[in-house]
């Protein structure tokens, strides 16, 4: 088993940063790859960074490149999603997930484990 918990979000204005972590727990081979997902209402979630904890190898989502990094921390256990210039379409609910294949990249359905989420508000 494999738990996560979101820490970090909040309410910003546009052009603003939010960092949200993500603390897992658990069998490290459940979590080669950890992702960021994010779902806005009536909307479908949609995959925003992955790293492969391995090696470190990353993946963004066209709409988040250049603004948005994922890093990891493994002595910690702890993942990160650095969003800088914000826009008011990444208000959202963000998700960290857990995947045991290192090819999980942005796909929710790869993923196996996930956090309860953290509410990300972004005014204009």
């Known amino acids: 088993q494999v738990q996560l918990v979101e820490s970090g979000g909040g309410s910003v204005q546009a052009g603003g940063s939010l960092r949200l972590s993500c603390a897992a727990s658990?069998?490290?081979?459940?979590?080669?790859?950890m992702g960021w997902f994010r779902q806005a209402p009536g909307k479908e979630r949609e995959g925003v960074a992955a790293i492969y904890t391995g090696g470190g190898s990353t993946y963004y989502a066209d709409s988040v490149k250049g603004r948005f990094t994922i890093s990891q921390d493994n002595a910690k256990n702890t993942v990160y999603l650095q969003m800088n210039s914000l826009k008011p379409e990444d208000t959202a609910m963000y998700y960290c997930?857990?995947?045991?294949?290192?090819?999980?990249?942005?796909?929710?359905?790869?993923?196996?484990?996930w956090g309860q989420g953290t509410q990300v508000t972004v005014s204009s």
């Open positions: 997930a857990a995947s045991p294949v290192n090819w999980a990249h942005l796909f929710p359905g790869r993923y196996n484990y």
């Open positions: 658990g069998y490290t081979y459940s979590r080669n790859c």
